[in-house]
């Protein structure tokens, strides 16, 4: 599907209506569109157009040179949903998704009628958390640093045949998912995912220019026009033992929602959607209500 100038590969599922929202469910890091596999049959099954795309740079979706900037990126949302034949949608969004999905609902308000975030806060929220408090995100930090290293970060994601995502996806979650049965295969999907030519270079390229910017000219501009209040419903999906995020952070968002609701998954880490996949189902079938079946 063509947005933005690029082309996005997209997993659908549920019918489409003129006049009904889409529900768009937009991955994080390291995962692609099929993290959100369970999401998207069980709100399909209940009438919902769902719509989840690789994002740019990853698997099925083209990999340009350039664009891995929050502005760009949702550009490229707010692409996909005119590409639908829709003026709005719900956004979904988990990690880096989550942080793309706080950015269109600032900077293309026209085209989101409800946001939900899985373990994001608020681009503004985490910027001014790491500056505060630095040593409280010390093991994300340290990814994102060694993230910044050409050529010797890209290999690291695809050695083994990408045993890194897997590593990631443990090191995220709560205690019980990697003990699950179904961990091993996930974890093997995710790996062959960050094989794909060009995705573990462009999927890096994210977290280079979210510290790059923080430097230069645009990273202020983007600060500026993103700290605003979001008037659509704002929900918080936060899992009790993320390692990465905390949830005052994520609370912290609040700030920039005129309707905002945390919610605390219990048993999870950074990945609740794949962690407790059918609590985070059932949070956001009650959260788009009825469905015009």
């Known amino acids: 599907m063509s947005a933005n100038g690029i082309r996005l590969h997209v997993a659908e599922c549920g019918p489409s209506a003129p006049g009904r929202d889409p529900v768009l469910l937009l991955h994080g890091f390291p995962e692609f569109w099929w993290s959100w596999r369970h999401q998207l049959t069980a709100l399909g099954a209940e009438g919902h157009h769902v719509v989840a795309p690789d994002l740019r740079g990853y698997c099925g979706s083209d990999r340009p040179p350039r664009g891995y900037d929050l502005w760009t990126l949702a550009g490229d949302v707010a692409g996909l949903v005119r590409a639908l034949g829709a003026r709005r949608a719900t956004i979904v ?3 880096w998704g989550g942080a793309i999905a706080w950015t269109v609902a600032a900077l293309h308000p026209r085209v989101v009628s409800r946001l939900a975030v899985v373990a994001t806060p608020h681009p503004l929220a985490l910027r001014r958390a790491v500056q505060h408090r630095p040593w409280r995100h010390a093991a994300a930090l340290r990814d994102v640093a060694f993230f910044q290293l050409p050529r010797l970060a890209e290999r690291s994601l695809r050695r083994d045949g990408g045993a890194r995502a897997a590593e990631l996806l443990a090191a995220g979650s ?16 995710h790996a ?13 390229e994210y977290f280079r220019w979210a510290v790059r910017s923080q430097g230069r000219p645009d990273g202020g501009r983007f600060a500026r026009a993103i700290d605003r209040r979001i008037d659509v419903p704002v929900l918080t999906l936060h899992g009790e033992h993320d390692p990465w995020v905390p ?12 309707d905002h609701e945390f919610l605390t998954v219990p048993g999870v880490g950074h990945f609740p959607h794949q962690e407790s996949p059918r609590h985070v189902t059932e949070v956001l079938l009650r959260r788009l209500g009825a469905s015009g079946r």
């Open 93 to 95: 969004g988990a990690g």
């Open 174 to 189: 709560g205690p019980a998912w990697p003990q699950a049965p179904e961990f091993a295969g996930v974890a093997a999907h």
């Open 247 to 258: 949830a005052p952070v994520a609370r912290a968002s609040a700030r920039w929602a005129a």
């Open 192 to 204: 062959a995912a960050i094989l794909t030519p060009r995705t573990s270079h462009c999927a890096l």
